[in-house]
């Protein structure tokens, strides 16, 4: 139980750091590239506005229109006609002058024929005069961009790396409080239960004397109802020590062994008691299943499912057991316990409202199945159809 709520905690809080360092990552990422294409942006809108404004009625000395300057690197405009369905600059031709008039027309047909050209972001306007053609070179943002990605993810990366294991050494000393209370709780439970069987112990041999007196009716019918509180108590207490020694975190024995021979042999031993009380018993096991595992809390997980199944359900109704590969599937007919409980009958001392007056259970058998299924790492499941339910275990 310790162990799973480490990590519970460990992965929760994993989770939670791993989001934060993606947004925060993302974040820097996405305000950084969006920052430089809206700077870009903005140069190539003022540029081609300049450009179109000096384009409208002007001339100079017979040079046509005079370059316009950016204090962007690698930046152009120019004019392209459309000259019998081929593209030409104009003449004289607009350029900046870090591009050769053979580039520049080779750009601007790129960016006419497919609408981007690659580094660049580009613009495209008509006039009466053509169309103006512009891009800003974006390469060196994009160079510095590839670069802060590379950093931000080395950072981000070793930053998880570390954050991880502090966590899991500090998911250590979040849980050692409840691991301290754990231990004390059973501790109390094992000393307590130990206490009460020895008068639980006593009060058991003397109803076997009173057997051999003679006694009124009602002196009788007192004994027998000690008797029957006696054996319901002393289950409890039997439960709440099997209980105890599960959550004292004793380390499992594995061995190989036939389980299909341990399913058989513990099934079977509950079949004369579901003979007493008039219930058909099926027991469905093929030879040759091999496992590796505990094989005491395999016996003591089919004990416990047959038991449960013969106690809570309805008389002369049919028990099944079945194990197909690993996978134990036990079902027996119960009429009283509805949908809505079934997340609940491995809580300790649940034993349906219902159920309370027909059983002389405890209500500890499944939380016991239940803390079976956690130390050795079982896969638990119990459904419920057309008032039949079904409890599956898989080893």
Same mark, same amino acid.
């Given at each position: /139980? ?35 294409? %809206? ?98 070179? /974006? ?38 409080? #409840? ?53 319901? /108590? ?8 099997? /209980? ?22 513990? #099934? ?32 003591? #997980? ?5 038991? %449960? ?76 159809? %057309? ?9």
């Amino acid at each position: /139980m310790i162990r799973r709520m480490r990590l519970k905690f460990f992965f929760i809080t994993s989770a939670i750091v791993f989001v934060m360092m993606c947004v925060l990552c993302g974040t820097i990422l996405i305000t950084t590239n969006v920052r430089n294409i %809206n700077e870009g942006r903005e140069a190539l809108t003022s540029i081609v506005t300049a450009f179109e404004n000096r384009l409208v009625g002007e001339e100079t000395d017979g040079d046509g229109i005079r370059i316009i300057q950016t204090n962007r690197r690698n930046s152009f405009v120019v004019l392209v006609i459309e000259n019998n369905g081929e593209w030409e600059l104009s003449n004289p031709v607009h350029i900046s002058t870090h591009f050769s008039q053979e580039e520049l027309l080779g750009y601007a047909r790129q960016i006419l024929n497919t609408g981007n050209l690659e580094d660049f972001i580009t613009q495209v306007r008509n006039t009466d005069d053509g169309k103006i053609v512009a891009g800003v070179y /974006m390469g060196l943002e994009n160079e510095a961009f590839a670069s802060l990605t590379l950093t931000v993810l080395s950072i981000g990366v070793g930053g998880l790396v570390l954050l991880f294991i502090l966590v899991w050494l500090l998911s250590y000393w979040i849980v050692n409080p #409840a691991k301290e209370s754990l231990q004390k709780q059973a501790r109390f439970i094992s000393e307590a239960s130990h206490e009460i069987k020895t008068p639980l112990t006593i009060i058991s041999a003397g109803l076997e004397l009173l057997d051999g007196e003679k006694l009124s009716t009602t002196a009788r019918k007192w004994v027998d109802d000690i008797r029957i509180q006696t054996a319901k /108590m002393s289950t409890m207490t039997t439960g709440l020590l099997e /209980m105890s020694k599960l959550n004292e975190g004793i380390t499992t024995i594995q061995t190989e062994f036939d389980l299909s021979s341990i399913v058989l042999s513990s #099934a079977l031993g509950f079949e004369s008691v579901a003979f007493e009380q008039d219930k058909t018993f099926k027991v469905d096991v093929p030879d040759g299943i091999t496992h590796r595992g505990d094989l005491q809390a395999i016996s003591q #997980a089919v004990s416990i499912l047959c038991d %449960n199944a013969i106690k809570y359900s309805d008389d002369k109704s049919d028990i099944e057991i079945k194990l197909v590969g690993r996978t134990l599937t036990v079902t027996n007919i119960n009429t009283i316990i509805r949908q809505n409980e079934l997340p609940l009958l491995f809580e300790r001392f649940y034993r349906g409202s219902e159920s309370r007056t027909k059983t002389q259970g405890a209500g500890l058998g499944l939380a016991i199945l239940k803390d079976l299924a956690d130390k050795n790492s079982w896969r638990i499941d119990v459904k419920k159809e %057309n008032n039949k339910i079904r409890f599956h275990v898989t080893f």
